[in-house]
C-alpha cells in the first residue's frame, strides 16, 4: 500500500467518527467489492459415510446405557435414602430429570443439527 492511500483512509476514517451524521452512500464498499462466500451443501468423504453410521450409532448405543444406568442409580439412592437419610434420597430424585434430559437430547441430536443445515 502506498503511503497516501494511507493518509486518505486515515482522514477519512477520522472524519467518519467525528461525525458519522455525514455519511453518504458512496462511503461504504461498493458492490464490487462484496465478496460472495461459498456455502455448498454437506457431504461425507467417500468411504466414510458408512464408518461414520457406525460410529454414531456406538455412540446412540452409549448413550442409552447410560441413560438406563443413570436410572438405576436415581432409583438405588431413593430406595436407599428412604430411612434417615432424606438427602440422599432427594438427590436420586433430583437427578432423574437430568438423566431424562440427557436421553431426550441424545434422542432429537440429529433432528437439531438437521435444522441447522438445512
Not at 44 to 61: E, F
Request: aromatic residues 8%; hydrophobic residues 45%.
Amino acid at each position: 500500500m502506498s503511503l497516501t492511500f494511507l493518509v486518505l483512509r486515515a482522514a477519512q476514517a477520522g472524519r467518519l467518527m467525528a461525525e458519522p451524521w455525514q455519511l453518504r452512500p458512496h462511503d461504504g464498499p461498493t458492490p464490487t467489492q462484496s465478496v460472495q462466500v461459498p456455502n455448498p451443501p454437506p457431504a461425507p468423504p467417500p468411504g466414510l459415510d458408512a464408518k461414520m453410521n457406525t460410529l454414531l450409532s456406538w455412540g446412540k448405543w452409549g448413550v442409552l446405557i447410560c441413560g438406563v444406568v443413570g436410572l438405576f442409580i436415581c432409583a438405588g439412592q431413593m430406595a436407599i435414602g428412604r430411612k434417615n437419610r432424606s438427602t440422599f434420597a432427594a438427590d436420586g430424585a433430583t437427578g432423574i430429570p437430568w438423566v431424562l434430559g440427557g436421553l431426550s437430547l441424545a434422542a432429537t441430536a440429529a433432528s437439531i443439527v438437521g435444522v441447522f443445515f438445512e
